[in-house]
Structures are given as C-alpha cells and as structure tokens.
C-alpha cells in the first residue's frame, strides 16, 4: 500500500527545487518551513490512510452512467467530502475566495500524493483547480462572486470542455457554437467528448467551462471563446435553479483511471423537454477563449506531470517492497537463510534503482516548474519575467517527460512482479494501466516536445534556455569542487550531458531562425527527453550535494542512465533527414 | 483490423534470415521457395481472417471457469477446430507422428501471425509444441505411440507445469512430489500455479507434463523429474478411459490474453472423491526432468518471443492505420483540403517509424534464431555444433529484445492514437495490455539477459559470439563498398555499434573468467539490448542491401536508434560499481 514519501517530497522542494531559499528571502510572507512541513505531513497521512484504501474499487466498480447520472465507486464520494472538508480542494487558492493561498509547489506536492494514491480521484480536482484558476484571471465580477468560492471550496467542481470528435490537438476545427440571447447569456450548443469528471455524484453543482464559436466569429483558433455553463443554474442568493440543457450521454470504456468519468457532454439538444440550448456566460472577451483557456492548461499541464511522478512513485514503492519479501534463488551477498529476497539480484536492483531515479527527476523537474510559478507570481519586472520564462520553458518538460517516466516506470514495476505483476489483484498492472493516459492528455507528449522547441527555445530572445544550462553547469561544477568520492564520474558525465544539450539546443535554435520547422519538429521529442535527463541529472546531484545519503543514487543515475543523452543529440542533430526519407513510405497512397 | 504481412515475413525469412541460401543448397530436401510462399500465404489468410475477428471477444469474455471446466470464449473452441483441420497444429511437427516436419522457420513465421491475430489464440499451440518435443526427445516409444499423433495434430493439447508458489524463476524449490505405484506409474501430489490453458474446452484430452521429485530425489534442481499427466487416462486403443485426479481449483484475473485461461491447478487431491493421487508417467530418466524441460523451455523461449514480434506488428498497423486515417492541424508537405492525416506530422512518423524499426528488427533476430535451430538440426558435426550454439546465443535474444520490443511499440501505439488509444473500443490498449506478459513467463527478461551473459558468452569458448559479431561486421562493410547512397551514415553507425559490443563483450567475458559473477549480472541487461540493436542494424542493412525499398527505415534506424548502443556499453563496462553501491539502500533493514 502507498505511503506518501513526505520526507523526499519536502526534501525536493526545499533543497532542490528552491523552496528553502525562497522561504529564507521571506518571498512567501511568513510561510515558514514548519508550516511546509505540517501541511504535506497531513496530505501525507490523508492521501496514505484514506485515498491509497479506496483505490482499489474505484479500479474495479469505475464510474456508472444510468439515466444521464453518474454513480462513483462506493465510498469515493465520502471519500471527496472529506477532502474538501479537509480544506485540501482550497490549498492553493485565492484568498479573495476563501483559499489558503500557498504557494502552487504545496499544492502540487499535495496533488503528487492524491494521485499516489490515486490517480482517478487527483484528476478531478485538477480540472477544478483549473476552473478556478481561469475564472479568477479573466471572468467578470459577478461570474466569480457567484462561482468562485464554491469551486475553491470544492464544494462545486469544475470541467475543461474542449475536445470534440473532429478537433484534438487542433482547436481550430471546433464547432461548437454560442448563440448570444441578448439578454448577456449565450445558448450552447454542440457535443464535447472525453470531459474528465464532466458528470458525478461528488457535488450538487458542476460548472463546465466551454470553448465554443460564436455566430460571427473568424474561422480558426481566433475564433474561439470560452463559457462558463453550470449544471444547475444559480440564483442570486446562491440556491440552486433549474437544471441547464447539458448532459452527459456517454462514458468512455477505458483502459485505466476507471473510477474517473470520462464523459460525453451534449450542449443544448433539448434533453428531457428543455428548450434546446444550454445557459452559458462568456469568460473574458468575445474570440479571446484559447488564450484563457491556456491559463487553465498550463497549469493542467503541470498537475498531469505530476501524475506522471504520481505513478511512478506508486509502482516504485510496490516494486521495492515486493522485491523485498519476495524469495528466489540465491546471491552471494545474502547470507542468510533460504532463498534470496529477489532485491539481492543485481539485475532487479538495476529495475528498481531506474525507477528511483527517473521518479526523483521528474519530481525535482515538476516542482521546480511549479517553484518558477510561484516566484513569477511574487516578483516583478525582470524577475518576473525571468521566473515566468523558466515555468514555460519547464512546463512540457514537467508534462511530457514525467508521464513518460509515469509509463516506463510503472511498466518496470510489473517486471518486477514476474508473474504476479501481470495479475490484477497485484496492483502493479493497474497502475501500468492508469500511467498510459498522462502522456496523451492536456496536449499529447509529442505536442509538449513540439512546443517545447518552437515557443519555449526562443524565450528571451533564444538566450532563456542557455541561461538555465549555465546554472545546471554550475551545479556540475559544484560536484567537481565538492571532491566529494561516492560521486564517482557524476561531474564528468553530467558535463558531457549538458554540453550535448547545449549543442542540439544552438542547432535546434538555428533551424527555427532559418524557418526549418519540420526539421526542428522532428528533433522535438528526443531533444526534450535529452533536456529532461541532463536537467534531472543536476537535479539529483544538487540533491547528493544537500544530502550525503542521496549521493549514490545520483552516481547511479550520472554512470548508468544520463549516457543516454550523447545518442538524442545525435538524433536531435542528425536524425530528421532519415525521417523525412523514410517517412514518406508511411503515408498511404 | 490486422492482415497479416506475408511479403515481408517471407522477405524477412529468406533474405536476411537464411532461408533462400538453405533452400538454394537443399538443406531441407526438396523444400521450394513457391512451396514456402503458399504456406506463408495461407496462414496469413487463416490469421487474418478466421483469427483476428475473434480478438475482441476474447479480449471481453475471457475463460470462464465454473465446476472446475473451463469455457473458453464465444466461438473459439470452433475456431481452435478449424485451425488444426486446416493441419497449422502439425506444421512442423514430426513427420513419424503426423506432422508436416516442416523448418521450425516456417512454423515460427506462422506462429507469428497466429499471435498478431489474437496472442491469448497464439499461446495454446505453443505449449503443445513444447510438449510435442519433449516427448519426441525424452519420452518411451509407449508414451510416444499413444499421445504423440494426437497432440501433432491438435486433437489434444499440451501444458507445461512447472511453477509453484514458492518456485517460479527457482525451481530448484519446487515442491511437487511424485510418488512411485509400484506399477511403473506415479502418483503426482502438489499444486501448480500460473499454467498456462491447463484448463480448457478446446480439446477433450488435455496432457500434462508436470515436473516433481521422487521421494529419494536430491535436494534443489538435480532432483527433479518430468512426467506426463493426462487429464483423462488413455486405454490402450486410443479411448479415453477415467478422469484423473488432476484439476483446476482457479483462474487468474490477468491485464491481458484474458481469453487464455491461466490456471491454478491441484494435483492428487482426491477431488470429487477420486482416490488422492493423480497418475502420471515418468519421462526421460529419473532426477533428469530439468533438462527434459529445457527442451521444451528453448524452444518457447523462442515462441515467446514471437509473441513480442506479433503484438509489435498488430501495434505498428494499427498505429499506421490511423495514422492515415485521423486528421489534426496543418503541415507543409501535405497539400491536400483541409487538415493533414496525422501521418504527415514528423513527431507522429518518428514514433511509427520507431515501432517498424523495432518490429522488423525483432522478427529479424527471432527468425535468425528458428533458423540456427533448423541448420543444427539438418547438419552434423561441426557445422551441427556451430548451428547449436547460434541458436542457443539468439534465443535469449529472441525472447528478449523481442518482447520488450512488443511492450515498447504497443505503448507507442496506444500513443499515436492520442485519446482514442486509452479508449478499450480501439483496440490498442487491448495490445498494450497483451504485450505486458511476454517479458515475464518462460524466464523473465532478466533471466534471459543473465542466461546471455553467464551460458551464452561462454560458448565456443568464447569465441562463438565473436563469429557471430563478425559476420555483422561483414554486412556493414558490404553496405560500405555497396556505394548505396539512400544509406546515409549506416556503415559508420554499424561499425561504431559493432565495436561496442565487440569491447562489451570481451569486458563481460573477462569478468566471467575472474569469477565476477554479479558484476557481470550487473550489465546484462544493458548488454542484451546492445547486442540485439547492433544485430538488429546489420539485420536491417541486409534487407536493405537485398531490396532498395528497405534502405530508409535501415538508416532512420541507424541514424536515430542505434545511437544508444555505445550508452549502454558504457552501462555495460561502468555501470556495475554505482549500482552496487547505490543498491545496498533498496534491501529492508
């Protein structure tokens, strides 16, 4: 069973994704490390004692549609009212609403666990966070008097109503359409598919935010704006009204995250004698809704890297245990009796001495993004720009490169398994189940790579991206000085790893100033994995420099897995004419 | 839907993997290209059509087990009718006994297609060709004459029940007692878990070979014997006489193959009033049954791995198939209305030009393999030796690389269907989940990779592997001289591959005449994967020099994956000290 790493978790933030300098320089009022300490210690003994026991039949039942209502799994809606009354839905939310207003890296840290111990119940509360997050920066005053604090309190739950049939990745081909009624509402109608928690049981209410054209509006992405569309219609003393002309007519049958909804939203097809259209309120201005809704994904984008961690630490733990209590075959450093614990093996601890590692890069990556949101939040001028370029340029890292890690990692804890791994009451299956999603929604992995290169290399003028090379530089540096022993070659190879990503970055760089899209797209993936890694590897060894008990793992990391990053730059740089030549075999005639 | 790629498996077979020069010579008789094709063609049409269809209720009904008989799902006891009607049981078994005694190649390639269509199918028939083969080795000519024809044929199947709670990769814990009547049969008391279609409606005769120990049998591994235990006792006519007292007490609830019923199963429990004991036959000589089993154990080594090319084929059409199909945003090389097949999108071709590389790579080394044990088979002396040890060196590869492969691309085919590949209706997570067992049953990949390293690298006296790294080396040369120039930088990254492995090689043989036993288990992971893509390189490069149309994936592969192989030399050589260190702090107190 999950117990939250709440020592690691706070060890990561403070000493290496700089949250204890930042609490130092009062950048956080009077939050103090204490309170830090308090608050993920509680999250932790939340998340381990009374999600972790209800992942299991939320895996099982998953969510029931019956008559345009979703059921959750026995227990889990309890399970939600007692996190919010927990507070836990309010932690870092605005003030102004109700919020606790901490910085967004405890929020995060708090979210890691909640999809610890499961992933299907930390998805919902993403995409309210996300709601209020939207509403609080672009919705009108009384939208937010009338919405916000219940959706900080958690007491309603928010949606993200984006993707239909025809348009994925690509917002552009959206048909949604909002008729103004001209008395300031808007009347929606269309259908909108895989909206996460579109439909529950978990609260009274339940305000969809919706990306929908309006009747004259430009084709494309500039023709786009966001509504907000509750469930039940509010009334100005906040009683709940009459129910909107929305409804769920479908959930996904899925390969994991079974207990989350994933839902079929109709908008205005008249259900149940309703006269057609759903009730919406525009957000921010007329064909202005891509750019709110980027608010929200941004963030969204951050939560579902931590899913990635998430699960990574999940199938880590489960491994490490198993491997300890499970007996074959003998060793020779085990003396003792009967078989060998399998963690005795050289060739199991490499599996799980990967899955530490990858699971502490990704962590340090995400909350180092989430740090950098926090700081642009806080500081002002220059700074702010500095710190809000740095959470761009980490997002699609935090995004893409975890929940890749949430996959291999979760897919290395069932090989740890053998044979048992591969049974569902095991555990270790769902969660290879569960990490398959991460990578493909809030913009599929191969986007964040593709906006990671074309958006975020050229940020401050291409010189961003340099600048956060010389700082991990720094820290290579730091461990060379440190003649610190148990760090073997860690200097040598993290060098080489950060001048390999200097050099495709330079090259990446050239081919977008030279207008080479296609070419710089096709380096995008292994360019980002090789940005992570190195990245990762400083991290790690920022973490050995802090710590001496974590100077081992560091080493294993810098000696076994970053050696990886000289062959992505080979593909960065050399890979994208054999694409381009083979490519074209794929696409049929 | 999946179709099987006959021209490229009968390429495949012929011009990189052996056949035409061994037809050409007449080493398997008067065995004939066209022949070859015909039978190719026809199970591809089987596969395709008779199989493939049944997939999905497979996948949705699984085995059902009530009153210890197991049903299997809708439609495929008939479907198991008339696939050995169509004689596909009997490809390459032995001619003495009704089989075709066709090249293992053949039956492999077929094999192959069986598994794209439906693995959970694919899984049964190999079981009987283990036992197939062991008995035609090891068993008495009694044994032989009465099940031998039955299970060539197909009318009844075969299981192999080696593990126990306790005894999975060790069997040397196995518990299994077989005690002797006094009549020249056993009786066999104990219980086996994890077997494979040890229950089933398929056949009404199922045999079991069953390893245990004899009372006075040596401790560990040295005491084991193997015999065979039919599920009814056969008179001597052919009739099938009592039931024995061997039954199915459970099925797994596994992530994959659900409809391959995977079965606990207790032997000489006295069920349903039977007198305790179930009898069974010794077979091969008393305490020798380990080596009876390796027999059978080699060869689905070998069909596991197939296993891994099948689900990677299934994955990669699939993924090319929607490719074309789905249609998301812009790109310049498609000039088409509207937006562009997703194919077009270079992000989207690296990762199917990834999944058709490993594929082709995998089939490659896994055909290599079944044609080692075809030329050892046919030839004698020297040669026979030479063609044994080939064999024995590819089959870890083969089960390996092979299977880790198939996890790899199922997930990147779940991957390019973005939403729609989490959704169970497409199919590709059905394909994820499948692929996840083949790394784990008949030896986990860690297994094979320390079985390369500690048995394989020592063979020939060492100097077997380095024949075989040889003779890649001379495909590398012969793309060089070719003067080709759709190769790019091929012969370069070869040769830089080759010479990796070349120095990883002698650095894992010199740690195994120091009797560095674990740090040579230390890298043999790394080391498996490091031989297999610089194999896989010389594989493609074959193909490419034999057809033109082969040249680009040959050098998107080296070009962009085969750079991996000198971090995983380095893996190899520098990676044992940290993990060593770093692993101490896995192991529980």
Known sequence: MYKAPVEDISFTLKHVAGLKPALDSGAFGDLGEDLVDAILSEAGRFA???????YKIGDEHGAVLKDAAVTTPPGWKALYRSWIDGGWNALSGPEEFGGQGLPTMLGVAALEMWNSAAMAFGIGPTLTMG???????HASEALKAKYLAKLVSGEWMGTMNLTEPQAGSDLAALRTRAEPAGDGTYRIFGQKIFITYGEHDFTDNIVHLVLARLPDAPAGTRGISLFLVPKFLVNDDGSLGARNDVFCSGLEHKLGIHASPTCTMIYGDGFRGATPGAIGWLIGEENKGLA????????????????????????????????????QGKVSDYTGAGMAPIVHHPDVQRNLLTMKALTQIARAISYSCAHAIDLARVSSGDEATHWRDRANLLTPLAKAFSTDVGVDVASLGVQVHGGMGFIEETGAAALYRDARIAPIYEGTNGIQAIDLVARKLPLGGGEHVHGYIAELKAVADEVRTSNLQGFGRTAETLDRALDDLSEATRFLQK????????????GATPYLRLISLAAGGAYLARGGLAEQNRIALCRFFAENLLGEASALKERVIGGAESLSAAGKALISA
Chains 1, 2 share one sequence.
Do not use: H, W
């Open 48 to 54: 381990s004692e009374e999600v972790a026991p209800l």
């Open 131 to 137: 709601a209020v997050e939207a509403l609080d920066k």
């Open 292 to 327: 709110c809704m980027f608010t929200m994904m941004n963030n969204a984008r951050l939560c579902v890297g931590m899913q990635g961690v998430a699960v990574a630490e999940a199938a880590t733990q489960k491994a490490i245990a198993y491997a300890n209590e499970r007996r």
């Open 511 to 522: 081919l977008l100033a030279d207008g080479r899209l296609d070419e710089a797209q096709a």
